[in-house]
């Protein structure tokens, strides 16, 4: 089992950056694909970006490719997720995920770890 927990969320003006963070508890991290996801209030909560147990693959919601990175240090049990040119539409709380290996990277139903959350807010 592994626990997360998510940090570096804020208030952010349209263009800039913030950078996520999501912190794992457990000497099993390298073994899980990991996942950002995204909810915004009245709506399903949507895939951002996935990345695969060693890091070599990433995966991308058209909606954030080009502008979002994802990456992760597997010696510090860390997962992050890079935002540039930020738009008020990203707008929403960022959860972090642990998947191993069953089910869709691009469904929440494919993570069972969930971390509680950090919100994001980007001003026009």
């Known amino acids: 089992q592994v626990q997360l927990v998510e940090s570096g969320g804020g208030l952010v003006q349209a263009g800039g950056s913030l950078r996520l963070s999501c912190a794992a508890s457990g000497r099993t991290f390298s073994y899980y694909a990991m996942g950002w996801f995204r909810q915004a209030p009245g709506k399903e909560r949507e895939f951002v970006a996935a990345?695969?147990?060693?890091?070599?693959?990433?995966y991308y919601a058209d909606s954030v490719k080009g502008r979002f990175a994802i990456s992760r240090d597997n010696a510090n049990n860390t997962v992050y997720l890079q935002m540039n040119s930020l738009k008020p539409e990203d707008t929403a709380d960022y959860y972090c995920?642990?998947?191993?290996?069953?089910?869709?990277?691009?469904?929440?139903?494919?993570?069972?770890?969930w971390g509680q959350g950090t919100q994001v807010t980007v001003s026009p």
């Open positions: 990345v695969s147990a060693s890091g070599g693959n990433t």
């Open positions: 995920a642990a998947r191993n290996g069953y089910g869709s990277r691009y469904s929440p139903l494919g993570y069972p770890y």
